[in-house]
């Protein structure tokens, strides 16, 4: 049997082409059966698993530790799960190492860390620590790369927590790729599955993503693993956000927020500092929203400046949201809000990077419109969330409870929102609901 390495696609016999994903020279033969490590079942039983009622099934309630850091634990559900494998991804750069080696500090106080890393000697890992008043005791560290050696220096040591950077420089001399393919993450995530499986070990991995959704990435792994977290954020500034995308020991709409300094990464409490650093306080012509990135709910900051124009046909450009929406929600600002916006030239922009697809964001965008318009600021502490139909009513949106949570975790204390959602959905405490039934009532209850 052959197969690809890039996408699995399996063959009969050898050929230069894969006839599924079209990649070149990634066929290869299978390895002999009695060399592949196959996946342990979940129960650690002997023999073929057999199916028992459920009634039956042991459970103790699972351990959990705290890892130190108060915005990695939130993101994991409240600490690491013992025995557990959580991927930590995120682009090259971004501080998934520092991150991983920060928590060995608290970790080592109670159990006995190993560190292996495949992308640094451990010299400058020692050097790395030291900067970030990492203590060692209890740490161990490995520059290895071969799976093998690393499965036989944990069953040795026997660790309680593994951490593996990064996933792509790690491989198994039995396959005949090169480390960082499908094939090879795939095979060393499952080897590094059974550890934490089989030994109870609590095994962290790290993952390159890079800018266009990873191929050989974390993307691939998340259906093996029991947590996916990314560590995002933009280079240009110090800030980072935890999220997590999956998780099977807790909530998944959980952020951590943390800044990258001179000693390494701190915890922000208060995320909403952190958006509102930079926003303009009492500024026309921005409003805040959330969006669900996936399953993630995200704060926005829309911001928009209308202008009289001075051309026979007004200018508009739209970054990070769809151009012909911008359109659209300035004829509805005209004929049902009542604004004579024709004649302006609309300069749309969102904060961050961000490109808000969602018609969720809609009711933020028209609202910072109408502010830039009249010259008029939107309060501070508001958001606004709904989709704005053609006739200036306001439609629910999905997911109305998990995007108010996020606003008010985030310190608002008021937010727009359409009347027939709102009067399913309760408001977290402290979050004040303003139910409007479309675009002129939002703006008479603003400006
Ligand atoms: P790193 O953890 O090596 O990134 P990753 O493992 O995700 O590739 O972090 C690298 C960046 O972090 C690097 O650009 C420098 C910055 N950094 C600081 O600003 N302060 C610090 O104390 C450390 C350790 C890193
Ligand atoms: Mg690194």
Redesign the pocket.
Known sequence: MFYCTECGNELPKWAGQCPACKAWNTIVERPAEGKRRTAAPASSGQGPARPKPMAEVETSRELRFATGMKELDRVLGGGAVQGSLVLVG?A????????MLQICDNLCRFAKVLYVSGEESERQIKL?AE??RVRGEGLYLLAETDLESVVEAVNELQPDVLIV?SIQTMYNGDLSTAPGSIGQVKDCTMALMQLAKGQGVTVFV?GHVNKEGSIAGPKVLEHMVDCVLY?EGEQQNSYRILRAAKNRFGATNEIGVFE?????LSEVPNPSEMLLSGRPQDTPGTCVTCVMEGVRPVLAEVQALLAPTSFNVPRRTANGFDFNRTNLLLAVLEKRGGLMVSTCDAYINVIGGLFLDEPAADLAMVVAMASSFRDRPVPGDLAAVGEVGLTGELRSVNALGQRLSEVHRLGFTKCLVPARAGAKVEAPDGLQLIKVHNIREALAVLM
């Open positions: 995120g090259p750069g971004i501080g998934k190492s520092t991150l790395r900067r970030l950077d790290i560590f990258m300094g001179d000693g390494g």
